[in-house]
């Protein structure tokens, strides 16, 4: 059985490093859009520490420790319980989102990552959210079938404002 735990403020950085690793999967070769990554992950990091001190807060990363590097994290599930206004099935307007999974590439294929988004699942269920979306790629679209996700029809639309 794969150990899976809550991510600590001190993971901080390969958390990080391995939000990195998805990205350059989904836009390989693409440069970093905005900021360059050293400059985003400097800036992201007293957030991202801080968020992971809130072991109550909407905000729920777990981990698997890497195996052959003390101190390395293998892969990430992220996700955060948002709120949107009740209706039928979700009175309350609690809804999942993940939004980072990530497995470092020496450790693929070894169930890292289904362990990571069981545990985040559990997470989302002891929080009383009925239902979880996520955005998934060709590639880990059988992973998240397995847990029981379907596709939907999706009109989703971005408007990204332009940085100060």
């Not at 859009?33 to 809130?54: F, I, M, N, Q, Y």
């Not at 596709?151 to 639309?157: H, L, N, V, W």
């Amino acid at each position: 059985m794969t150990a899976v735990r809550r991510a600590r403020p001190e993971d901080a950085a390969e958390v990080l490093r391995l939000r990195q690793v998805m990205i350059d999967s989904l836009l390989p070769g693409a440069p970093p859009a905005g900021l360059g990554a050293a400059d985003w992950h400097a800036d992201s990091l007293p957030v991202l520490t801080a968020r992971l001190a809130e072991p109550d807060g909407d905000f729920g990363a777990f981990v698997v420790d890497h195996p052959e590097r003390p101190g390395a994290l293998a892969a990430l599930v992220a996700g955060t319980v948002e709120y949107r206004i009740g209706r039928a099935g979700n009175p309350e307007g609690r809804v999942g989102h993940v939004f980072s999974v990530a497995t470092d590439p020496q450790t693929r294929r070894r169930g890292y990552a289904r362990a990571c988004m069981e545990s985040l699942l559990a997470w989302f269920r002891e929080r009383g959210v009925p239902q979880v979306d996520l955005n998934a790629s060709a590639a880990a679209e059988p992973l998240y079938a397995s847990l029981g996700f379907v596709r939907k029809p999706d009109p989703s639309m971005r408007l990204t404002f332009p940085a100060p």
